[in-house]
């Protein structure tokens, strides 16, 4: 393991044994709550490209934004720099981006299930801060990797929608909006575990 990784293996997440290797390219001044930060400032472009039906240039920024979840997280966690900000901000920034897409876009496909998940997020967000209210520091609200595979699942359904849109092709459309039926499920195993 490269010398700057701090965390122990048994802390990583599966996508931080292949970001391990990229960490030496990655500049030090680079932190990961820049990243966050950037993913929450640049999702409402977002809106405005999936509402001009700017689809390609939506779909390259909705990938540039859902990498910077994925190296957020795991340079927090091999280089020890998760933060109290990180840990409340990354998943709001990840429940905006991913909102986004599904109110936009599969609201037009689906609108049940554009409603199911927008009400599973808004669970999660309210339903952390009342046990975060209720027990204070007794329990730790924190992501967990039923909520990551959700977040995986909405990912590759949100990108596979927007790219039905840019090639105009139904089944891309199609296996978009059925990854997020999955999602709803480890959305709720998730909540059931008290992770995001």
Same mark, same amino acid.
């Given at each position: $393991?490269?010398?700057?990784?701090?965390?122990?293996?048994?802390?990583l997440?599966?996508?931080?044994?292949?970001?391990?290797?990229?960490?030496p390219?990655?500049?030090?001044? +680079?932190?990961?709550?820049?990243?966050?930060?950037?993913?929450?400032?640049?999702?409402?472009?977002?809106? $405005?490209? /999936?509402?001009?039906?700017?689809?390609?240039?939506?779909?390259?920024l909705?990938?540039?934004?859902a990498?910077?979840?994925?190296?957020?997280?795991?340079?927090? =966690? /091999? =280089?020890?720099?998760?933060?109290?900000? @990180?840990?409340?901000?990354?998943p709001?920034?990840?429940?905006?981006l991913?909102?986004?897409?599904?109110?936009v876009?599969l609201?037009?496909?689906?609108?049940?299930?554009? $409603?199911?998940?927008?009400?599973l997020?808004?669970?999660f967000?309210? @339903?952390?801060?009342?046990?975060?209210?209720?027990?204070?520091?007794?329990?730790?609200?924190?992501?967990?990797?039923? @909520?990551?595979?959700?977040?995986?699942?909405?990912c590759?359904?949100? @990108?596979?929608?927007?790219?039905?849109?840019?090639? =105009?092709?139904?089944?891309? +459309?199609?296996?978009?909006?059925? /990854?997020?039926?999955?999602?709803?499920?480890?959305?709720? /195993?998730?909540?059931?575990?008290?992770?995001?």
């Open positions: $393991m490269p010398e700057e990784v701090y965390q122990k293996a048994d802390k997440m599966p996508q931080d044994h292949v970001i391990k290797y990229l960490l390219i990655i500049p030090h001044w +680079l932190k990961p709550n820049y990243l966050t930060f950037i993913r929450l400032v640049a999702s409402p472009l977002l809106i $405005m490209f /999936l509402n001009s039906r700017e689809y390609k240039i939506g779909l390259v909705f990938i540039i934004l990498l910077t979840d994925l190296f957020d997280g795991s340079i927090a =966690r /091999l =280089r020890d720099q998760i933060t109290d900000w @990180g840990k409340v901000w990354d709001v920034a990840d429940k905006f991913i909102g986004i897409v599904v109110v876009l609201y037009r496909a689906n609108p049940i299930l554009a $409603m199911a998940v927008v009400g997020e808004l669970a967000i309210t @339903g952390s801060a009342f046990l975060k209210l209720k027990y204070k520091d007794l329990v730790e609200i924190k992501s967990n990797i039923w @909520g990551k595979l959700k977040m995986v699942c909405q590759f359904g949100a @990108g596979l929608l927007m790219l039905g849109f840019v090639v =105009r092709q139904a089944v891309f +459309l199609d296996i978009g909006e059925m /990854l997020f039926y999955p999602a709803l499920f480890l959305g709720v /195993l998730s909540i059931w575990k008290k992770g995001l």
